[in-house]
Structures are given as structure tokens and as C-alpha cells.
């Protein structure tokens, strides 16, 4: 059992900056991927970053590239997404997740974290 939790969320202004974390609390296996997907009220989550536990491997929407990194520490089992440039379309509900593809289906999730970009 894996447990994840979000952290890093906030409010800021268009341009600005937020470091969103994801600590697991459990065994990631190499063949894993952590997925950043975000949601807003009554719309379909959408993908915005993700990255291979074991490779490293990264990948982003096109919405959200050149603008978020993704990173992981295996030494702190977190994933970080470091957002730069918000704009207020960014904001939204965003969680991590521990799928065994890209913007695949949860084997956990964590709760979220709310960004609210200002415009």
C-alpha cells in the first residue's frame, strides 16, 4: 500500500512560481510512473506531467511544456512539479498518482492541492 500526499499548492499571481510536492509513503517500484494530473469542477481530469520511477524518463502536455518540470528524489520517494510562468488557466485541483503508464489509471492517488492563478 502506497499512500501520497500533496503539498505546495497556493495562490499566486500570473507569472509567478509554486514548487508542488508528492511524497509516497510505501514502496514505488522501477516500473511505475508518477503522473501530475490536474481538474477543475465538472471537467475531466486532464495530464500534465509525468515521469518513470526507475528511468527518469519525463514526460508533459503540451499545454504545460517549457513552462513545468517535473523531478523525483528516490532518496525522499517525492515527485516534484516546479511551475513557472502560471497563468490563470493553470488553475485547478492537482494531484499525483502512481499508474503503470503515462497518464494511466490510479493504483493510488493522493488527495490534491489547489492552485489559483491570479490574473
Known amino acids: 500500500q502506497v499512500q501520497l500526499a500533496e503539498s505546495g499548492g497556493g495562490l499566486v499571481q500570473a507569472g509567478g512560481s509554486l514548487l508542488l510536492s508528492c511524497v509516497a509513503s510505501?514502496?514505488?517500484?522501477?516500473?511505475?510512473?508518477i503522473n501530475w494530473f490536474r481538474q477543475v469542477p465538472e471537467k475531466e481530469r486532464e495530464f500534465v506531467a509525468s515521469?518513470?520511477?526507475?528511468?527518469?524518463?519525463?514526460y508533459y502536455a503540451d499545454s504545460v511544456k517549457g513552462r513545468f518540470t517535473i523531478s523525483r528524489d528516490k532518496g525522499k520517494n517525492t515527485v516534484y512539479l516546479q511551475m513557472n510562468n502560471l497563468k490563470p488557466e493553470d488553475t485547478a485541483d492537482y494531484y499525483c498518482?502512481?499508474?503503470?503508464?503515462?497518464?494511466?489509471?490510479?493504483?493510488?492517488r493522493g488527495q490534491g492541492t489547489q492552485v489559483t492563478v491570479s490574473s
Open positions: 510505501g514502496r514505488i517500484f522501477s516500473s511505475h510512473v
Open positions: 515521469i518513470r520511477w526507475g528511468a527518469g524518463t519525463t
Open positions: 498518482n502512481v499508474a503503470t503508464d503515462i497518464g494511466g489509471r490510479d493504483i493510488y
